[in-house]
């Protein structure tokens, strides 16, 4: 299977805790992106990445996140001190840098902070 | 500010009927749009695209129609398949960038 893969698949944390979630992507892609989705809404960008560059991050992406993808392969996002408001479902998703620009999705991690 | 809307939460559809999901934009920069269709507890798999030079894109029983005048697109899937029930997500992106995605429509084909 190559498709992009997300773990763990679920996550319960007491609030507090950090947290850290790690995505493979398709492997001849070399974008990545990472995505939030809480109930009743769409995916919310989060950051991207080109090879190991983060070439943007969302307002939403607080001090306490943070993401890296070190040899431009798989890619970890770390939430320090988790909240609440942080129960969501995290979704990563891959493509390739040029045309089609279609986005292929994880299964996603769900967090749950208690 | 919501670049990307769909003002529909729901639809509910006679299984072999025509399904129409609508998707409004704001952002004239969005020159990529994409369809996904979400389960529960699962990732948003991709179903159908369309660039701004286009107006209509098809792939089987899926077609996607952009209206750039109205920055309008939908989604018809025809005919429509208990299968099909799902929540559909439209999404738009500038230069192959970020994904923006509306709120979701979800759709129940009742056989």
């Known amino acids: 299977d190559t498709g992009v893969s997300q773990n763990p698949r679920h996550k319960i944390t007491k609030r507090g805790q950090n947290v850290t979630f790690r995505c493979d992507p398709i492997s001849e892609h070399n974008r990545l992106y990472w995505y939030r989705q809480t109930l009743g809404q769409g995916p919310e960008f989060l950051t991207y990445f080109q090879n190991e560059a983060q070439l943007e991050k969302s307002r939403l992406l607080s001090d306490r996140f943070s993401a890296e993808r070190p040899k431009g392969s798989f890619s970890t996002l770390e939430i320090q001190r988790t909240e609440q408001g942080d129960s969501a479902m995290y979704l990563c998703?891959?493509?390739?840098?040029?045309?089609?620009?279609?986005?292929?999705f994880g299964p996603g991690t769900r967090l749950t902070v208690t | 500010d919501q670049q990307v809307k769909q003002n529909s939460p729901s639809l509910s559809v006679q299984e072999g009927r025509i399904s129409i999901l609508n998707c409004d934009y704001t952002n004239s920069m969005f020159d990529y749009f994409l369809w996904y269709k979400k389960y529960p507890a699962e990732g948003p798999t991709f179903l159908i695209s369309i660039s701004s030079i286009k107006d209509k894109n098809e792939d089987g029983r899926f077609t996607v129609f952009l209206n750039k005048s109205a920055k309008h697109l939908s989604l018809h899937i025809v005919p429509s398949q208990p299968g099909d029930s799902a929540v559909y997500f439209c999404a738009a992106s500038s230069q192959g960038g970020k994904l923006i995605f509306g709120q979701g429509t979800e759709l129940s084909v009742k056989p």
């Open positions: 998703a891959s493509s390739g840098q040029g045309w089609p620009y279609e986005q292929y």
